[in-house]
């Protein structure tokens, strides 16, 4: 038994120093590496949008991403419930809620482009079961992959493939999570995550660590000329 009890704390000794030795060198969750890269740094060319739906003079990628990042500077509670009409107040929010707020950003009304794709193609959605609600079904991760998948161009989940990931992309974890790419990038040109999780940074180095726990299952990117 005690030889049981040592061989169980050595190996979480070394499982915590792998994890900060990850930290340390993948992240700039610790302040020994903050600094920030850009697609510049590693010779990446900052794709843009042939299209400007909202005619605001920002194409439709970086309105995506700068509509993501004002949610992340509001930084409201994250809050998950059932709201009538389907809209959280402006100070609460959860995941999802940075991918509509987002996209309206950019001109687009997420919610009636859902709710139009569940009525037309209810078979693409396992979660709805047949029962659209307007008041939720734009808010659950797997509706969004399920109408991501259906009208939007899908792109790689390999991380190493840094010029792959722009500014505005979408990305999502298996049913749980989802988020928008930041144009900003860590020492590996691995792009930040504007996301809600409740955490206190909104717009950080966490796709790499996130991946970790929670499969990419989902790299999109919007065009509204396929639809």
Not at 1 to 14: A, D, E, Q, S, W
């Amino acid at each position: 038994m005690k030889k049981f009890f040592i061989g169980f704390v050595i190996i979480f000794i070394l499982l915590t120093i792998v994890v900060l030795f990850y930290l340390i060198n993948h992240s700039s969750i610790l302040p020994l590496n903050n600094k920030v890269y850009y697609a510049e740094d590693f010779g990446i060319e900052a794709l843009k949008s042939d299209i400007d739906y909202d005619n605001d003079g920002i194409d439709d990628y970086t309105d995506i991403m700068l509509g993501a990042r004002q949610d992340a500077q509001n930084h409201p509670t994250y809050k998950s419930a059932y709201y009538s009409g389907g809209y959280p107040p402006d100070n609460e929010g959860v995941c999802t809620d940075v991918v509509w707020r987002a996209f309206k950003n950019a001109g687009y009304n997420l919610k009636d482009l859902i709710d139009e794709d569940i009525k037309n193609n209810i078979d693409n959605y396992p979660r709805v079961a047949g029962k659209p609600d307007p008041n939720i079904d734009f808010r659950r991760v797997p509706n969004l992959i399920s109408f991501f998948t259906h009208n939007a161009t899908t792109l790689t989940t390999d991380l190493s493939q840094i010029a792959e990931w722009q500014p505005g992309d979408i990305v999502t974890f298996e049913n749980t999570h989802v988020g928008i790419i930041s144009d900003k990038r860590n020492k590996n040109g691995v792009p930040y995550l504007i996301h809600n999780g409740g955490q206190k940074n909104r717009e950080e180095d966490f796709l790499e660590i996130y991946s970790l726990y929670s499969k990419i299952s989902g790299h999109f990117r919007w065009n509204a000329s396929s639809n």
